[in-house]
């Protein structure tokens, strides 16, 4: 048997029923014959052992079989362009460093003191949901996310409630924070926008030949913007001068870690398809266990474990795994691959089994227990993640299929996902159009806002790498591990597989490493 990788020699050891300590992996991986190694110790290991020390490895192969294993790179440079308003440096891509079969050679152990780390959760709706679909259920999300979103315009405007606008006299400057309840263009080319608050609605006109025309191609229904203005003669319209969006400030500085600390942000991994790319995944888990990604300390996935079942027309044509459990059970066997000294962070995704209107919570616990490898972390999408000072936005990006498709393809499309997630960042929530292709569940609180500027904002969903900088938060869409398959090509779908990007926590700087 040719020299193995430790993922194969995990799961060789784990179809016996055994695990094994980091260190006795590498020990058998370096036997002259790792085969023969693992027979050996599994003869001499105690009946009552369920896992294999290093200790238990030395005292069943002779050490002069053993070699130590050697990191052999294998290293290209490549560069993406990153967009930015603040021009950065562009992130390195790089080839997965391993050996010829994609698996590492170099064998790395993360020493770092446990207590240095630290990863805390927040928004997440798992075990919170109140929401029973009442019509009451959805007057308190949305006044909520007026309320809260309206906070961050109301210090920006001399802010009047509609009700007292309509008393206001005619040609006098007025001011509204509203949510947009209809758009329609004039038989004269005009827009009109009609802005509700708590105490009603009022018509607000943008003239086609203002500077600020220029966004209105960005305006989503249902999101909360400012406006300012002068009134009719009559006093019964605003014409619009100003807007405002709740927006990131430009003078944004996000926080960093005060040690250097690396995490790898992936998505949309779709085990139980026939598409999925398993060779890629293997790749990236040997990779995380060599001496280069000594310092990826975390891993976090947001979203799409696995492929689901009866998510889209003939789905089950395109399965490699029927059963949505066993889905759930290869995908921890994957996740086994992947190195045990890592912090996990798992959220999900519209294939995964939990409901489709979002926020969506956590895994059940079935589904849990059957994750429940490394200690990894479930939290809701989306989730807010501050690791180490440094706050991440997860969410899987649903909501991205509908910027995409309501707004002009220069500032939203599946080529450069991160540029609906520049919208998304502008608007300050991640789905705030209701009614149409995302779901929203009711509940007391707007679980979709982003009170607080993310210093990362990570999604997936759409299957693209895309990633830049908006107002100095960086943007992220990871890609994904399945290969196109008949549906994605059927709707034009050319996903990018085998991408992990790889963020320095200590200067937000982005690496991509490739597998594929």
């Known amino acids: 048997m040719p020299r193995s990788s430790s993922v194969r020699i995990v799961t060789e050891l784990a179809s016996r029923g055994y695990n094994a300590e980091r260190e006795a992996v590498t020990l058998i991986a370096g036997a002259n014959d790792p085969e023969r190694a693992i027979e050996r110790v599994i003869e001499s290991v105690p009946d009552d052992a369920l896992t294999l ?43 997965g460093s391993g050996d010829a079969d994609g698996g590492a050679t170099g064998r790395s152990e993360r020493s770092v ?7 805390a959760i927040a928004g997440d709706i798992t075990g919170r949901s109140t929401g029973t679909g009442e019509y009451a259920d959805f007057v308190r999300t949305f006044r909520d996310r007026y309320e809260r979103l309206s906070k961050l315009l109301r210090s920006r405007i001399n802010h009047r409630p509609t009700e007292a606008v309509e008393a206001m006299a005619g040609g006098s400057d007025a001011a509204i924070v509203g949510m947009i309840s209809d758009i329609r263009s004039t038989a004269n080319g005009h827009w009109l926008v009609e802005l509700e608050d708590t105490t009603g609605t009022f018509p607000c006109l943008i003239m086609k030949d203002r500077d600020l025309a220029s966004v209105v191609d960005e305006l989503l229904l249902d999101e909360v913007i400012a406006v300012e203005g002068t009134l009719a003669g009559d006093g019964g319209i605003l014409f619009v001068d100003d807007l405002h969006f709740p927006d990131v400030p430009r003078t944004y500085t996000p926080s960093t870690a005060d040690r250097h600390v690396r995490a790898a942000l992936i998505s949309d991994v779709h085990v139980g398809s026939q598409e999925f790319a398993a060779d890629a995944w293997s790749a990236f888990a040997d990779w995380l266990h060599t001496e280069e990604a000594s310092a990826v300390e975390y891993l976090l996935v947001a979203g799409d474990m696995v492929e689901g079942v009866g998510v889209y027309p003939n789905q089950d044509e395109e399965l490699d795994i029927v059963d949505i459990y066993e889905q759930y059970e290869q995908f921890a066997e994957y996740l086994k691959e992947v190195p045990g000294d890592m912090e996990i962070l798992l959220i999900p995704g519209n294939h995964d089994a939990v409901r489709l209107a979002e926020p969506q919570p956590g895994f059940d616990d079935d589904l849990r227990e059957i994750m429940d490898v490394h200690d990894a972390r479930i939290s809701g999408n989306p989730s807010t993640v501050t690791i180490e000072g440094v706050s991440i936005l997860m969410y899987h990006g649903v909501s991205l299929d509908e910027v995409i498709a309501e707004l002009p393809e220069e500032k939203a499309s599946y080529d450069e996902p991160h540029k609906p997630m520049y919208q998304l960042l502008k608007k300050r ?7 149409g292709h995302t779901r929203i569940a009711p509940e007391e609180r707007d679980y979709l806002v982003m009170e607080e500027v993310p210093d990362i904002f990570h999604t997936g969903h759409v299957h693209k790498l895309g990633y830049g900088k908006y107002h100095n938060v960086l943007a992220l869409n990871s890609g994904c591990w399945q290969e196109q398959t008949s549906f994605q090509q059927s709707v034009n779908i050319d996903p990018d597989v085998g991408y992990a990007p790889i963020v320095d926590l200590d200067t937000l700087d982005l690496t991509i490493q490739k597998f594929y």
């Open 113 to 119: 003191d446990p207590e240095l780390r630290s990863l």
């Open 429 to 435: 929530h991640v789905a705030p159009q209701y009614g």
């Open 53 to 95: 020390s290093a200790e238990h490895v030395r005292r069943s192969i002779d050490t002069n079989d053993a070699t130590t294993a050697t990191h052999n790179p294998s290293v290209s440079g490549g560069n993406h362009d990153m967009q930015s308003e603040t021009e950065p440096t562009a992130p390195v891509e790089t080839k």
